[in-house]
């Protein structure tokens, strides 16, 4: 039972003893809530202090301005509201960020962009600019070719104009070297900007002797423009308008070997010297001609100067002189030689290609024939069987096309079937030209015999057709009863006169020409038509200009014209 006593009372203690901490707690929390609360007063107290001691100081700053009650009004009303005009606040526009921040902006991009040396520091390492150099001679003042232009680690070259643009140059102050063989180093300084257009020209002296050489075509004489001269593989620049160009011959050396170059003409290669002031160059191409120098009529190719001789077609000793002809293409590419070769056998015909100089058989029938001309690389040509002139086809007009190799014939002479050797009516096909890519010929038919050979219905004409057989037409037509023979002669590279025989009771010759396409009747001709001596014109291959000889004071002249011949120029003589 003491037990139990003594245990409830030790229970009473305890639940005393968490009362009193309870109100220990407690007691501690309100002296915390009520220390915060006496500070938040004195806050507030001290806020109003400083609030009265502003109003306070701002009132001590009134102006004369301000308005005020009276003194009189003071006294007498004590309790009257005193009313306060404050000044207007200030306005400051470097505290405004909106105004601050983009005229910051601005003025820096002044400053580093307007100061040279802000700029190149602050830009030249991500802005960069391609700079242009002009290489002259500093003698001549002519454009300098392949001169090494370096500026930093970036370089070029100059080319025919004496340019060189290095690219990738970062702004500011740069050291440009400019190298040549034979000229002296020479180093000069460029500032780099982007403002500026970063062109600049630099001159170099040769350390050798400068030769100022000519270049001129050998045959008109006239200077070579773009002619490209090198120095062992080695550019060394490009002739003028006028065809001039310097070279620089080394201290140690006494003469210089040079290449020249230009499109349309032979290669030339040659030692130049101090007392060298003026080369030739030689036209493109060869010529083939005939040639007795062998003892033999060969066939032989030079250069238009006449070098690198070698004979194409050796003479097989049966060459007629008076019969053999050699007739070449306008680009002179291939050639036609007309020429007995075997002692027992009629001439032949023979094609040689200038790209290879190889020769063969275009045609060896055992006929007579007539070479005409070439239009473009077709090759036109007449046959005739002379012992079968009455018969059909006994003559032909044939062209050849030698990149082909097919010929074709273009026109044939007619006949009538009862036409024998003694008694007989057949075309003559007598005077072709080629003139303006077509061939132009006649045909006439001839009688003899038998009145039972009927000319009812047949006419003579002058007809022209393509090489290649097309385009066949009849130009002009005359009645074989009324007309006895169609004379021809080209005096133009264009143009052709023709003179018709009548055979009628009061028999008369009547005259045409032809220009181009053009037929006229009834013209006048020179009195010297059947005797006059004609140029043989020389048409160029893109077929604008001619070319052609003429005898003056005892000498041949040479001149060149238009297409026709018109606007000639005296160019040798």
């Known amino acids: 039972m003491k037990k139990d006593t003594n245990s409830k009372s030790q229970t009473k203690n305890d ?44 009132l001590s700053e009134i102006e004369s301005t301000e308005v005020v009650a009276s003194e009189s009004d003071a006294v007498d009303d004590p309790d009257k509201e005193i009313k306060i005009i404050r000044p207007a606040k200030r306005y400051y526009w470097w505290k405004n960020r909106k105004v601050l921040i983009p005229f910051g902006v601005i003025l820096f991009l002044i400053v580093l962009l307007g100061v040279p040396q802000t700029r190149y520091f602050a830009l030249g390492w991500a802005w960069q600019k391609d700079v242009k150099v002009t290489v002259q001679d500093n003698r001549t003042g002519s454009a300098l070719k392949s001169v090494t232009v370096v500026i930093g680690r970036e370089s070029a070259v100059t080319d025919d104009s004496g340019v060189a643009i290095v690219k990738g140059i970062s702004l500011g102050h740069h050291e440009v070297v400019i190298k040549k063989s034979n000229y002296a180093d020479s180093v000069q300084s460029v500032v780099v900007d982007v403002f500026t257009s970063n062109e600049y020209k630099a001159t170099i002296a040769a350390t050798g002797t400068v030769i100022p050489l000519a270049i001129t075509d050998r ?28 070279v620089v011959i080394p201290v140690n050396k006494k003469q210089l070997t040079l290449a020249i170059t230009a499109p349309e003409y032979n290669v030339l290669t040659t030692e130049v010297t101090n007392k060298t002031s003026k080369l030739s160059l030689t036209p493109a191409g060869a010529l083939y001609f005939l040639s007795k120098q062998s003892g033999k009529l060969d066939v032989v190719k030079a250069n238009l100067d006449g070098t690198e ?20 293409s306008k680009d002179w590419q291939y050639s036609v030689l007309k020429t007995k070769r075997v002692s027992n056998k009629s001439a032949g015909l023979y094609i040689i290609s200038a790209k290879d100089d190889k020769y063969t058989i275009l045609d060896d029938a055992g006929v007579e024939f007539t070479p005409i001309g070439w239009s473009g690389h077709y090759f036109v040509y007449q046959t005739f069987r002379t012992n079968e002139s009455w018969r059909a086809g006994s003559m032909q007009l044939k062209s050849y096309n030698a990149d082909t190799g097919k010929t074709v014939v273009l026109d044939q002479s007619a006949s009538d079937p009862a036409s024998t050797q003694q008694n007989y009516l057949y075309e003559m096909m007598r005077t072709a030209h080629v003139i303006d890519g077509k061939l132009v010929y006649t045909k006439v038919w001839t ?22 057989g097309t385009d066949k037409k009849t130009i002009k037509s005359f009645s074989v009863a009324t007309t006895s023979w169609i004379y021809s002669r080209q005096y133009l590279p264009e143009g052709i006169y023709f003179e018709v025989s009548s055979q009628d009771a009061t028999p008369k010759d009547v ?29 160029s291959p893109n077929g604008t200009a001619s070319l052609w000889s003429e005898e003056r004071d005892g000498k041949q002249a040479i001149f060149i014209g238009d297409k026709n011949a018109a606007s000639k120029q005296e160019i040798a003589g």
């Open 309 to 328: 001789r070698k004979v194409i077609v050796p003479g097989s000793g049966s060459e007629d002189d008076r019969s053999t002809n050699l007739i070449a």
């Open 511 to 539: 005259y045409s020409e032809l220009i181009g396409d053009t037929y006229k009747e009834n013209v006048t001709l020179p009195a010297d038509f059947n005797s006059a001596i004609y140029p043989d014109y020389i048409v």
């Open 447 to 468: 009688l003899n015999g038998t009145p039972a050979l009927s000319v009812e219905g047949k006419q003579s004409s002058i007809t022209s057709v393509k090489p290649d």
């Open 15 to 58: 639940e005393s003893d968490k009362s009193i901490e309870a109100a220990a707690l407690l007691s501690d929390s309100e002296k915390i809530a009520e220390d915060q609360k006496q500070s938040k007063e004195h806050e507030k107290k001290k806020d109003s202090d400083t609030t009265q001691s502003i109003d306070a100081l701002r």
């Open 219 to 246: 045959v008109s004489g006239k200077a070579i423009a773009e002619a490209v001269v090198t120095d062992k593989g080695k550019a060394i620049g490009k002739t003028s308008a006028t065809g001039k160009i310097d």
